[in-house]
């Protein structure tokens, strides 16, 4: 949602606007003393006419690959992302994080009026991954 905010509130910069931010993330977790758990992660937003999945997921092939790591992406489904064009990013059968297409509905919802592609990477996990 903050990388959409951002898009929504630069319309009046032109297009391409391929921005990224890394922050915490807050979950609920039983299993923590406080009952959250906070972990680090990336998020990448590409926003232009000609942006898709293909140019999102060159950028985490071209990301993983030069730490050294190989990846592969599982379907998956969010409502938020459109069918088809949104995976699991998985390292060494464990995910890492997430990539798709944003739904045109949420485009509209956010006044944008174009496509928006995102990729968001748990950086503590891939961290883990790149020390073994």
Known sequence: PCLLKTLTENQHNEYPQNIFEIGRIFEQDTAQETGIKETEHLGIALCHEKTDFTEIRQILEALLSSLGL????????????????????????????????????????????????????????????VKR
């Open 70 to 129: 190989e990846f592969t992406v599982k379907e998956s489904r969010h409502p938020s992302f459109i069918e088809g064009r949104i995976g699991e990013v998985l390292v060494k059968n464990q995910k890492i994080g997430i990539i798709g297409e944003i739904q045109p509905q949420v485009l509209t919802n956010w006044g944008l009026p174009v496509p928006v592609v995102t990729l968001e990477l748990n950086l503590e996990i891939l961290f883990e991954l």
